[in-house]
Each structure stands twice: as structure tokens, then as C-alpha cells.
């Protein structure tokens, strides 16, 4: 049972444009969520996160938005720069330290 | 700090070897996790210790699989023995409060 999915496998967007990379969960009991990105033959790192008592937060070019009576969130990057091209994982918590996360999406953005 | 530290960064092997993964954490971190990232489920959680202690290993495959922490500093997973549907790169990542931090993972591949 997956309970955090990504159902986009892939985006592709313009340089300067707007990226929107979407998540649903299923578990009303998670609280906390967060986007992780991943390059190549790396680990993937902390991008940036939010707690459910809010619905948006904000770090430079980067927002994710929280709806949860729809139990989505989004990534919103504007505007989108070539290395942002990456693998994009949203993940939920019920702050008991066990992170559960989609299966990821490609993002790549040409120049 | 040097971050999550993982070993080997590549392991190829045949069907039915041993394989033992190995992690160190970040120091002073009470939580540390084993993740197989696949196509399908993309960052899989298989098990997670605090403080040492084994929490939640529901995640684990089958009972191939199995990963121990003797100490603070140190985590393995192993399989034994090995199939080639085994074949992933396995990450381990640790947290102290927040977020979590990725090891640069170990590929493993099973022939």
C-alpha cells in the first residue's frame, strides 16, 4: 500500500518558467511533510518542508503548498533553472521519525 | 562532520552471496534508516533503529534480509543469500531532530 504517491513519473519545463511537482497521501495521521531532491549518484537531500498547521511555505525560489482536506501537497520552483533538473521525492511523517516517501518524479528543465 | 557514511559504493555479486551493507551516521544522531530505492516504489523504507533499537522493521522484505546496530556509530544490512531481484541501491540516512540525512548509497547488483 503506498501511502505517498507521486503520480507523475517525469515533468519537463522551459528554463524561467514555473515547475509544479504534485504529491497525494493517504494517511490523514501524517503531519509533516517534506521534498527531497536527488541528483545522480548521489544521496538525496533536504529541500525544504512544512507542518500540517500551515498551508504554504516558502524558501527563495522555492514554495510547497499543503491542502489537506484533498491530502495533497505541491512543489511550486519559480523560476526554474537547469540545475534544478533532478529527481524530486516527497516523503510525510507522523513526527514518530519514520519517514514514508513517493516514488519520486524527473524533473528537467531546458535551457 | 563527514555526513552518513556508506560502504561499498558499488557491490556487484552472484546469486546466493552474502551481501553486507554498511553504514556509519551522523554522530550524535539518534535515528538511523534503511531505504532500497526501486522504479516502482521509489524510496522504500525497509527498517529503522532509535537509539539503537530496532523500531519498526516491517519494511524488510523477507527474511533474507536483516540489519543490525551494535553501536551508535555503526549499522549493516545484509542479504543472504542474495537474488537478482535484490539489485537496487540501498541508502541509509540518520536524524536528530528534522530532517533526515542521506548517505550517498550503495548499488548493489545481484547476477
Known amino acids: 500500500d503506498q501511502q505517498v504517491k507521486q503520480n507523475s513519473p517525469s515533468l519537463s519545463v522551459q528554463e524561467g518558467r514555473i515547475s509544479i511537482l504534485n504529491c497525494d497521501y493517504t494517511n490523514s495521521m501524517f503531519d509533516y511533510f517534506l521534498w527531497y531532491k536527488k541528483y545522480p549518484a548521489e544521496g538525496p537531500t533536504f529541500l525544504i518542508s512544512i507542518s500540517s498547521i500551515k498551508d504554504k511555505n516558502e524558501d527563495g525560489r522555492f514554495t510547497v503548498f499543503l491542502n489537506k482536506s484533498a491530502k495533497h501537497l505541491s512543489l511550486h520552483i519559480v523560476p526554474s533553472q537547469p540545475g534544478d533538473s533532478a529527481v524530486y521525492f516527497c516523503a510525510a511523517s507522523k513526527r514518530t521519525g519514520k519517514l514514508i516517501f513517493g516514488q519520486g518524479t524527473t524533473l528537467q528543465v531546458k535551457p | 562532520d563527514a555526513g552518513v557514511i556508506q560502504s561499498p559504493r558499488h557491490e556487484v555479486t552472484e546469486m546466493g552471496q552474502e551481501v553486507t551493507l554498511r553504514c556509519k551516521p551522523i554522530s550524535g544522531h539518534d535515528y538511523l534508516f534503511w531505504y532500497r530505492q526501486t522504479m516502482m516504489r521509489g524510496l522504500e523504507l525497509l527498517i529503522y533503529f532509535n537509539n539503537n533499537v530496532p523500531i519498526d522493521d516491517s519494511g524488510m522484505p523477507e527474511d533474507r534480509f536483516s540489519a543490525k546496530m551494535p553501536n551508535a556509530s555503526f549499522s549493516t544490512l545484509k542479504i543472504q543469500p542474495s537474488e537478482p531481484r535484490d539489485s537496487a541501491v540501498y541508502f541509509c540516512?540518520?536524524?536528530?531532530?528534522?530532517?533526515?540525512?542521506f548517505g550517498e548509497g550503495s548499488r548493489l547488483t545481484v547476477l
Open positions: 540516512a540518520s536524524m536528530g531532530t528534522g530532517e533526515l540525512f
